[in-house]
Every structure is written in structure tokens, then in C-alpha cells.
């Protein structure tokens, strides 16, 4: 996952050829990206408000920092 932080986009790369459910969490803990993917992924940040979330792909967690 990167960059992180983000800015404009962040880039989620998997393993070739392997399905993916990924979600992004705010800290309220709503999920405000719910995407599937295999091999990879781009996710618009640019409408995030600047702060932390949570990205989940699986049982795989990271925080994610979202800075303008």
C-alpha cells in the first residue's frame, strides 16, 4: 500500500492472479471505499478529508494517513 501518506491516490498491490475484498474505514468506523480487485488497485483520495483510516483487504489491516 502506497503512498502512505496519501495524497491524491493510493495504490494497493496484491499477489497476480488472487481475488481481493478490500474496505477503508474512517474513524467512526464507517466504510467509506468498499472495492474488490485482483493484482491491483487505485483509490481516488482526493475527496477524503484529511485524517487517519483503515484499510482492510482480508485479514490483512493497515492505517492509512490522508494528508492534502
Do not use: W
Request: net charge negative.
Amino acid at each position: 500500500i502506497f503512498p502512505n501518506p496519501a495524497s491524491e491516490k493510493i495504490i494497493v498491490q496484491g499477489i497476480e492472479n488472487v481475488f481481493y475484498e478490500m474496505e477503508i474505514y474512517n474513524t467512526k468506523g464507517e466504510i467509506i471505499s468498499e472495492n474488490n480487485f485482483s493484482n491491483q488497485i487505485q483509490i481516488s483520495t482526493q475527496n477524503f478529508p484529511n485524517g487517519l483510516y483503515l484499510l482492510r483487504c482480508g485479514s490483512f489491516l493497515q492505517k492509512i494517513v490522508v494528508d492534502h
